[in-house]
């Protein structure tokens, strides 16, 4: 059974840093893509960002509203993915979902990408 | 730029069928997946690549693509399938993901 079990959430004012982490059991973490996901208050999913697997250049993309503040790494001995926020805003107040990916690339290209496995999310509050 | 247009809520009797849709403009020729998060509860994967199901998703459930439109269909709802539906695409040009909004299933 695939399990993805996040960490790290809580409370932070404006400016602060805050760091998840994801434990991943249950599937050949080495080889997936994983995403993080978040869902504001109320409102609907969001992706934040996604690291490819080291076979695949373990690169990281961001959506543009968290690019030059979050980064996303993993540790592959240790089947964990992290996602360091800093420079929280207020408008990052959200659950936080891992997510392991199914892909379909072609050469360097990727052709689609959806979300196949989710954790239950950790809660991030941004307030003073 | 890519746009996912999904109606905010659909209501349905019980026994009935739901179909909630996905109008997907500026794409070309994409995939379409599907997610239910039910309340309280991280979203799940019940539908991808437009109409396959994955281990665990029972058959009533089932997923239709054709021109610019997607549809979930849920036949015989039931009360358990409250909750709200996301579709969800790959928009390849950018790598990124593009979300719809969600859809409110009341039964």
């Known amino acids: 059974e695939v399990q993805l079990v996040e960490s790290g959430g809580g409370l932070v004012k404006p400016g602060g840093s805050l760091r998840l982490s994801c434990a991943v059991s249950?599937?050949?973490?080495?080889?997936?893509?994983m995403s993080w996901v978040r869902q504001a208050p109320g409102k609907g999913l969001e992706w934040v960002g996604r690291i490819k697997s080291e076979s695949n250049g373990g690169t990281s993309d961001y959506a543009a509203p968290v690019k030059g503040r979050f980064t996303i790494s993993r540790d592959d001995s240790r089947n964990t993915v992290v996602l360091q926020m800093n420079n929280l805003k207020t408008e990052d107040t959200g659950r936080y979902y891992c997510?392991?990916?199914?892909?379909?690339?072609?050469?360097?290209?990727?052709?689609?990408?959806?979300?196949?496995?989710w954790g239950q999310g950790t809660l991030v509050t941004v307030s003073s | 730029s890519p746009v996912l247009t999904q109606p905010p809520s659909v209501t349905v009797a019980p026994g009935q069928t739901a179909s909630i849709t996905c109008g997907v403009e500026n794409f070309g020729r994409i995939s379409v997946h599907w997610y239910q998060q039910k309340p309280g509860q991280a979203p799940v994967l019940v539908v991808y690549d437009d109409n396959d199901r994955p281990s665990g998703i029972p058959d009533r459930i089932s997923g239709a693509h054709s021109g610019n439109m997607a549809t979930l269909t849920i036949s015989r709802v039931e009360a358990g399938d409250e909750g709200d539906y996301y579709c969800q695409v790959w928009e390849r040009d950018n790598e990124h993901p593009v979300f719809g909004g969600g859809t409110k299933l009341t039964v």
């Open positions: 997510t392991a990916e199914s892909m379909t690339i072609a050469g360097a290209v990727s052709l689609d990408e959806h979300f196949e496995s």
């Open positions: 249950g599937l050949r973490f080495s080889n997936v893509w």
